[in-house]
């Protein structure tokens, strides 16, 4: 036995059609086994290095030939053929010599990893070409006479949010917890009651796959959950079984572990940020287990003693042999080629750099079947004797020491008694099980594996080629088109699974009725109508008030999230050229949005587009949350907020989907940015999850998604305070509009900004420091004050006011003091600033930039009055929707113009101007008349630069005072001698 580092490949992928649209950068660059990424903020920097055993571009030099398949073009590009040679055939040869195998995807989502693992149609990933060869294998071993017999099993697990699901027994995990993770004292951590059911061909492992792949939609489907959070395991038990020398039977059994993991974005900033508890509780904790796992590893390898945290995940617990026993490991990482994405990718980059210093010991499986059936009898009557007498034996390597067990109270050490013993029993029925299934011959587990059904499918596929049908869309392509209701002629009622008599179509979720939706087929012309008023149903975005035809390629949505297309194919054959059209689950969305009041049309700047996705992944996951608030009866309402980056009080940035979370009860609202929105509505999810199986679901204020705390402090407004007066000296004071999230007024805000000395006096128009340049400051000190006097006019519901600004490149920001009780607060504050050397950044901040003052405070609670009947919120929704219809044409608060802000603040500084410029104009005068009267022919060129340039009127008075006492300024008079010569010029 010797060690063996992981074997670690990177491949990047092609631009997508939204990076394209983007005009993305490529990032990414290979040679050889060397990969480069460069950061494209600072483009001129030298790119980072890293090197693996394999550098796969599969960015660009290729072609899709008609079929679909993806051919290369040039000789650096890397196709699944590639891939499987370099990598999946490893792990094939790995198992054939009884060794057990692991290779895992990683990577940001949509960074290809379920490509390189699945891959799409003909172009077959890793997983369905090891599976195909496997079984070639076999084949050529018994088609050349070899007596040994092969037994190959399959399983397919998910890990989403801690909880493992068996893909392929959807309904033996039931509860939010789902089955347990156990660990063998030789086998290691291992999954109890996991389906593994024996298959005899490729295509029975097709067929299983596409069952779990199918049984994992209905479950995401259900529950909206998002695949790209959830990590898959397909497990393939490989057992060869041959007869040797002394006439022992041998089983040489090779687990191969094939791993796509979640996305890999998601696994910062969980509990990271500073958000309360209920915002990191179990939000991918596996993949952040995964990384200090892999870390710890990384510095057992370096010779670094310490411990490594596989207990600390399900999906560590289950990779711990692949990580650091006995596996052969392999670890292929994704990467996005552009620039949007350069700091999720050099973060995978680092990920997989760590991951090559693992090393781990493989050993082939081999023993003779008696002796594996007498050390399961052995370790079975172990465990019996030790619960007969009250003893534990320890499980694994997991036990407490006997320093932990002395610093147990009593009760822990109970509680632990307890845990232990419930191990030991389900144990007890393991290697029960085990004894049996080894007993049994392969054909009557092929047998039993048949009659329990499972699978399946072809039928369905068959049928759907020529009768019409709902097909399922999913923000996962992979999950597109996993789940079919055919529609043939006659009626089918739509409903869930409470419904009186059982649907025709049963669809289990949120907003989903006993009795939802009735379709009926009548003569090849099929229609939708609702089954009751409460019931969502959407075609094309639009709601169905009454009876229609569905069209082929119809979009449907039934309820919350059960988004489908009707496919119908004689229409299509019949007018081929009138469905055109792609349908994506973005597409389908998009026209939901556009539905719901929000402009989806085709947009070409990159902010845009980044507003439209934004759009598309929140308003369903809206409808959500809003729904599971029905269903729990929770009292809040959700509802889109787009924000620019002004109305967060931010002076620049692009526009964004925020949340209003709103209490139904007391009237507070929060404004939630989307990434929070987004944790809430998974611990949303797993409340409504458990609520629905029946177990606990209630939770503590303190980690309850749909409660914020109500001293938790709110964004009452900001004030956009243009500095452009600065930049030529000149004050500023202003009664300012404060306007909310929707750029409604809120109140007025008193704010001077005033040029002065730097003891701190201000300078008054006396002083008359103006400037005509705004450039002519740089080099120079400048000193100035910033006041916030006053509010007036804050709506009654806000306490605790306070105002808060960031001035030019201040890291923290200045405060007023916090005012409690009055919707008149007095701030009384004043900063003084000063800057020695005013800089060329310094000037433009002024002449062109905006000081955003935040208005913050607390809201106060407004209980409802008792007289006032209880409603549930499903009830206090639908009067909301009743009052505002009657009240549609109410638009309550004033709207502010920000450009007539900014032109304000403009035209202020103009009139300034040219008041300046007005009195240099009578200067100007001045020195004429003054020359006049003294009958002089010239002016003294200093003279006249030093009224020019006069800062104030008291130095220009001393210049034209001069003009008098030149003697050599000529005489207007007939006897004035023209040649006379002096330092002057003339004024004509």
Not at 827 to 852: A, E, P
Request: net charge neutral; glycine share 8%; proline share 3%.
């Amino acid at each position: 036995m010797s060690d063996e580092c992981v074997k670690v490949a990177v491949r990047v992928r092609p631009f997508n059609s939204r990076e394209k649209a983007r005009s993305a950068q490529l990032i990414i660059n290979m040679k050889g086994t060397t990969t480069y990424i460069t950061d494209p903020s600072a483009p001129k920097d030298d790119p980072k290095e890293f090197n693996f055993d394999y550098s796969y571009w599969s960015h660009d030099g290729f072609k899709e030939e008609g079929n679909g398949m993806l051919v290369p073009t040039e000789s650096k590009y890397a196709d699944q053929s590639t891939v499987f040679k370099d990598l999946g055939q490893g792990v094939l040869d790995n198992a054939w010599s009884g060794y057990n195998s692991t290779l895992f995807a990683y990577g940001q989502t949509g960074s290809g990893k379920s490509f390189s693992m699945v891959g799409y149609g003909v172009n077959r990933g890793i997983v369905p070409i090891f599976c195909d060869e496997l079984f070639v294998g076999i084949n050529k071993q018994k088609d050349s006479g070899s007596k040994t017999e092969f037994e190959v099993s399959f399983s397919m697990l998910e890990i989403y949010n801690e909880a493992v699901r068996d893909l392929l027994n959807p309904n033996s995990a039931k509860g939010s917890k789902g089955l347990r993770v156990r660990e063998h004292p030789k086998k290691g951590f291992y999954v109890d009651q996991l389906k593994s059911v024996p298959v005899q061909s490729y295509a029975e492992i097709e067929d299983r796959m596409e069952e779990g792949t199918r049984n994992r939609t209905v479950a995401a489907t259900q529950m909206n959950a998002t695949s790209s959070r959830a990590h898959t395991i397909v497990g393939i038990t490989f057992t060869q079984k041959s007869i040797n020398d002394a006439g022992q039977e041998m089983a040489k059994t090779a687990i191969c572990n094939l791993v796509d993991l979640a996305g890999s974005e998601r696994a910062d900033s969980t509990g990271a940020t500073g958000q309360r508890l209920k915002e990191g509780i179990g939000i991918n904790q596996s993949l952040s287990s995964l990384g200090n796992c892999i870390a710890a590893l990384a510095d057992q390898a370096g010779g670094k003693k310490t411990k490594v945290p596989f207990r600390d995940s399900v999906l560590t617990k289950l990779l711990k042999n692949a990580l650091g026993g006995n596996s052969k490991t392999v670890m292929i990482a994704a990467l996005s080629p552009a620039d949007i994405n350069f700091d999720e990718t050099l973060s995978t980059l680092r990920y997989a750099d760590r991951a090559k210093q693992i090393k781990t010991q493989a050993v082939v499986n081999e023993d003779p079947t008696e002796k594996l059936i007498r050390e399961l009898k052995e370790e079975n009557q172990r465990l019996l004797d030790a619960i007969k007498k009250g003893g534990v034996v320890t499980i694994g390597a997991g036990g407490a020491s006997e320093e932990d067990m002395k610093n147990m109270s009593e009760a822990e050490k109970a509680a632990m008694r307890k845990e232990m013993e419930e191990e030991m029993e389900a144990r007890v029925k393991d290697t029960e099980r085990e004894m049996e299934e080894m007993k049994r011959t392969w054909e009557e587990k092929l047998k039993q594996a048949q009659e329990a059904g499972g699978g399946g499918g072809k039928s369905t596929k068959e049928a759907r080629k020529t009768k019409p049908h709902f097909y399922n869309l999913n923000i996962d392509t992979q999950l597109s088109g996993m789940i079919a209701h055919l529609v043939s002629p006659g009626t089918y009622k739509i409903g869930n699974n409470k419904a009186d008599t059982t649907p025709d179509i049963e669809l289990n979720g949120l907003s989903i009725q006993k009795e939802h939706a009735i379709v009926t087929n009548d003569g090849g012309k099929v229609f939708i109508e609702k089954a009751c008023a409460e019931a969502k149903l959407l075609v094309n975005g639009d709601s169905v008030m009454s009876k229609q035809e569905l069209d082929h390629n119809d979009r449907v949505m039934f309820g919350s999230n059960h988004l489908y297309v009707f496919y119908h194919p004689d229409l299509y054959k019949a007018n081929p050229k009138n469905y055109t059209q792609i349908i994506t689950y973005e597409m389908a969305q998009g026209e939901i949005a556009a539905q719901s009041g929000f402009d989806m049309s085709a947009k070409h700047s990159n902010d845009e587009l980044l507003l439209q996705e934004d759009l598309v992944e929140m308003i369903p996951a809206l409808e959500e949350a809003n729904a599971i608030s029905e269903e729990l009866d929770k009292k809040v309402k959700f509802e889109i907020v787009v924000m620019s980056a002004k109305a967060r009080g931010l002076p620049s940035g692009r526009t964004e989907v925020c949340v209003k979370m709103r209490n139904l009860e007391n009237s507070l609202e929060y404004i939630w940015p989307r990434d929070r929105f987004i944790r809430r509505k998974y611990l949303m999810q797993e409340m409504y999850q458990n609520f629905a199986e029946g177990a606990d679901w209630q939770l503590p204020d303190e980690q309850d998604p749909f409660t914020e705390d109500a001293d938790t402090e709110v964004q009452i407004g900001v004030v956009n305070c243009y500095l452009q007066s600065l930049a030529y000296l000149i004050e500023s004071r202003e009664q300012l509009e404060i306007t909310d999230y929707r750029n409604k007024e809120v109140g007025l805000l008193s704010v001077e900004i005033v040029p002065c000395d730097k003891s701190g006096r201000e300078f008054t128009d006396a002083d008359d420091i103006f400037v005509e340049d705004p450039k002519e400051l740089i080099g120079t000190p400048i000193n100035f004050v910033v006041k916030v006097n006053s509010a007036t006019g804050i709506p009654n519901k806000y306490t605790d006011i306070y105002c808060k600004y960031n001035m030019f490149l201040d890291t923290e920001p200045s405060k007023t003091g916090v005012i409690k009780g009055t919707s008149n607060p007095e701030f009384k504050h004043r900063k003084f600033y000063n800057y020695d050397v005013t800089t060329s950044q310094l000037v433009d901040y002024m002449n062109n930039g905006v000081l955003m003052i935040q208005i913050w405070g607390k809201q106060k609670m407004v209980q409802a009055s008792k007289k006032v009947k209880v409603q549930n919120t499903k009830q206090i929704n639908l009067a909301e929707v009743v009052a505002k219809g009657n009240n549609k044409n109410q638009d309550s608060g004033k709207t502010v113009d920000i450009d007539k802000v900014r032109l304000t603040f403009q035209l202020t500084v103009a009139k300034k101007r040219q008041e300046r410029l007005d009195a240099k104009v009578a200067q100007f005068k001045k020195m004429l008349e003054v020359a006049e009267r003294h009958n002089k022919a010239r002016i003294e060129t200093t003279v006249i630069k030093q009224v020019m340039m006069a800062p104030n009127m008291k130095v220009a008075e001393k210049a034209i005072a001069r003009i008098p006492k030149d003697s050599g300024a000529g005489d207007m008079g007939p006897h004035a001698n023209g040649n006379q010569k002096s330092g002057v010029c003339n004024i004509m």
